[in-house]
């Protein structure tokens, strides 16, 4: 360390030579007694604040809108299994076959107004899953694509896919693999 009066004046006086002297004596002491300069305190973060309140939890809709929701979601459940949802070969392109049941969809579901309606694709486990969680979300947005063409409040639609995640038969038989290839909707309250 260069003694403060050095470094003001750019020489060593005998002022200074003294301090750098007595600083040495002190550093080399130091070192050979096993003891080490003093580190320099660490200055503590501010404490923390308190965290933020939760915000209030929604409440719970009324009992009748709860009854409306599972009704719509009943017939348009029907609708979907009694129909034919279909897209091309690991395409979210619609299937022209599947017009009439999404027609019928999009009336079923314009008679539930205030309600919020989750489109959730599946797909079966053909491929990667990452695959597969991609294509069954872009089949869930074509199907919230022509249902809000057709009428339907989009601001109502939410398009979810699930992927593989939540097969409802085994993926042993292409008969089951289809099974896993669907479109489903739930309802509840907006």
């Known amino acids: 360390m260069v003694p403060s009066s050095e470094r003001r004046h750019g020489r060593r006086t005998p002022d200074s030579l003294r301090e750098g002297l007595q600083q040495s004596r002190e550093a ?51 609708l979907a299994r009694a129909g034919l949802i279909q897209f091309r070969v690991g395409s979210a392109e619609l299937d022209s076959a599947s017009f009439e049941t999404l ?61 593989t995640t939540r097969p409802i038969a085994p993926n042993d038989t292409v008969e089951n693999m289809a099974k896993n290839r669907r479109i489903e909707f739930t309802v509840r309250p907006k």
């Open 28 to 78: 080399g002491a130091a070192q050979r007694v096993g003891v080490r300069p003093a580190a320099p305190t660490a200055v503590s973060p501010p404490a923390a604040s308190p965290p933020a309140p939760e915000p209030p939890a929604k409440p719970a809709p009324p009992p009748e809108a709860v009854v409306k929701a599972k009704a719509c979601e009943d017939e348009l459940s029907t």
């Open 103 to 163: 027609d019928k969809l999009a009336a079923a579901a314009k008679s539930c107004p205030a309600m919020h309606i989750e489109v959730g694709g599946h797909a079966s486990a053909e491929g990667g899953a990452e695959i597969n969680q991609q294509l069954s979300f872009r089949r869930a947005q074509s199907v919230v694509a022509y249902l809000s063409k057709a009428g339907v409040d989009a601001a109502l639609l939410e398009a979810i896919g699930y992927g």
